[in-house]
């Protein structure tokens, strides 16, 4: 991972935390009583909406834009795994 450049990392971080956190308001979606834990593509659009609209989405791409700065790398392949679990952690 030490050899990929700084913007690529900034992206596979931000598309899998933004990921994981689109499944999991879709997951609160399918949990209302007339949907019975089932899905369709309106429910997953209201999903994406609804975190695209979050603050966290904000907070989150401001964290991963800020931890390289000049062209530094962010993350050896050993801490890629705990960055991304803290923040989708929040």
Not at 26 to 49: G, Q, S, V, Y
Not at 62 to 82: F, M, R, V, W, Y
Request: net charge negative.
């Amino acid at each position: 991972m030490t050899t990929v450049r700084p913007e690529v990392q900034r992206f596979l971080i931000g598309y899998t935390v933004d990921l994981v956190n689109v499944l999991r308001e879709l997951f609160d979606f399918t949990l209302k009583p007339a949907l019975a834990l089932t899905t369709t593509w309106e429910e997953l659009r209201e999903a994406f909406e609804a975190y695209e609209r979050s603050s966290s989405r904000q907070r989150i791409h401001n964290i991963i834009c800020s931890k390289a700065p000049q062209g530094e790398h962010i993350l050896t392949a050993d801490g890629l795994n705990e960055k991304v679990r803290a923040l989708v952690e929040g």
